[in-house]
T-cell receptor
């Protein structure tokens, strides 16, 4: 089954304790992205990756790191989590992102189930 | 910077009614616009994606339109059902542009 998986689904941690949220897709997608969702703010993009070893900042990258060593995996790393990073996190992927506009239907994004993170 | 707005924030309608959800964006140079559905505590499910060169897309009871000149997209839901109750999100993006989401419209369809 084609899907985006995230682990863990729920995580409660304490301030300063490094953590990693994994994201994996089995659709051979080039583009992957991380979002956080907060009440009243909607979904905001943290980082995205156009392809292996190519990553770029979204709108709210502070306090996060990512890596893209393999096409299928795009982990989100919080080196020193703080309470303001308590949020619902989503990983997404799409086949391509850099295409002519006439082919941009391949940009359809598929989302993982989400990871609810609480930082105490 | 692209800004995406969805109005209304919440909507309650009786079952069977046709309804329209609105999405507006400030930068018309988008590659595509995608509509999603999000159920409480769940992830996002893609509903429709409209390329910038297209005017509308249809899937079953759903029809999404795009008017880049006015910076607007609408999602039309025909003959609404209680199972349509969810939050509906629109997102602009594509190309090297970052993806920008609206905050969403929470829809409740009353039996």
């Amino acid at each position: 089954e084609a899907q985006v998986t995230q682990n863990p689904r729920y995580l409660i941690t304490v301030t300063g304790k490094k953590l990693t949220v994994t994201c994996s897709q089995n659709m051979n997608h080039e583009y992957m992205s991380w979002y956080r969702q907060d009440p009243g703010l909607g979904l905001r993009q943290i980082y995205y990756s156009m392809n292996v070893e190519v990553t770029d900042k979204g709108d709210v990258p502070e306090g996060y790191k990512v890596s893209r060593k393999e096409k299928r995996n795009f982990p989100l790393i919080l080196e020193s989590p703080s309470p303001n990073q308590t949020s619902l996190y989503f990983c997404a992927s799409s086949l391509y992102l850099d295409l002519p506009k006439t082919l941009s239907s391949y940009n359809e994004q598929f989302f993982g189930p989400g990871t609810r993170l609480t930082v105490l | 910077k692209q800004e995406v707005t969805q109005i209304p924030a919440a909507l309650s309608v009786p079952e069977g009614e046709n309804l329209v959800l609105n999405c507006s964006f400030t930068d018309s140079a988008i590659y595509n616009l995608q509509w999603f559905r999000q159920d409480p505590g769940k992830g996002l499910t893609s509903l429709l994606l409209i390329q910038s060169s297209q005017r509308e897309q249809t899937s079953g009871r759903l029809n999404a339109s795009l008017d880049k000149s006015s910076g607007r997209s609408t999602l039309y839901i025909a003959a609404s059902q209680p199972g349509d109750s969810a939050t509906y999100l629109c997102a602009s993006g594509g190309g090297y542009q970052k993806v920008t989401f609206g905050i969403g419209t929470k829809l409740q369809v009353i039996p």
